[in-house]
């Protein structure tokens, strides 16, 4: 392989890698991969054979269908987290659940490997949220001072700075309605 080939796969890895990190970073990627993660011992392990010599040992219950079920259903709620960042609330609660159902029905949750990562998934999904865009200002600086603000009403948050809260409902007692709404 030349020197030039080399420095071309190079820069299509570096794309790659980069391009990777961008979407890993619009979704809650490490929750979806830890519910997913979470799924395939709980589905495993009610149908799998340890034999320790001529021994043959068969961890199968007659819950082995609700086991599969669960695992699969952890999977997809895994890939949903990936693929649909918008009902992260949804599926994280939902492999919540599933994961402490597995418990029970499931020999512990997949010997609480899958329960646990299930569990850690489906909070990381739901705590996750995309990020905030910050403003563009053309380049300039915004402007915080006094001067640039004359005229503008403004109104103060409770640790006494401004904030840009103008509704009239705010709890700090500025507006004089003391946080409570009126109906009319």
Do not use: C
């Not at 830890?34 to 709980?42: E, N, Q, S, V």
């Not at 495993?44 to 699969?72: D, E, K, Q």
Request: aromatic share 8%; net charge positive.
């Amino acid at each position: 392989m030349s020197a030039e080939a080399q420095a071309g796969l190079g820069d299509r890895l570096g794309q790659t890698r980069r391009s990777f990190r961008g979407w890993r970073g619009q979704r809650p990627f490490w929750g979806g991969l830890l519910t997913l993660l979470g799924g395939i011992p709980i589905m495993y392990f009610p149908y799998a054979n340890l034999s320790l010599g001529s021994m043959t040992i068969r961890m199968s219950t007659t819950a082995g269908a609700g086991s599969l079920i669960i695992g699969v259903l952890l999977v997809v709620l895994g890939l949903t987290l990936w693929f649909q960042p918008m009902s992260r609330i949804f599926a994280g609660v939902a492999a919540i659940l599933l994961a402490l159902v597995s418990l029970v029905v499931s020999n512990f949750g997949g010997f609480v490997i899958g329960f646990l990562l299930a569990l850690l998934g489906g909070a990381l999904g739901i705590s996750w949220g995309p990020a905030r865009v910050a403003k563009e200002t053309g380049g300039a600086k915004p402007a915080d001072d006094a001067d640039s603000r004359k005229g503008e009403p403004v109104a103060f948050d409770a640790f006494g700075g401004g904030s840009d809260d103008l509704s009239g409902t705010s709890p700090n007692g500025n507006d004089g309605t003391n946080g409570r709404h009126r109906a009319g």
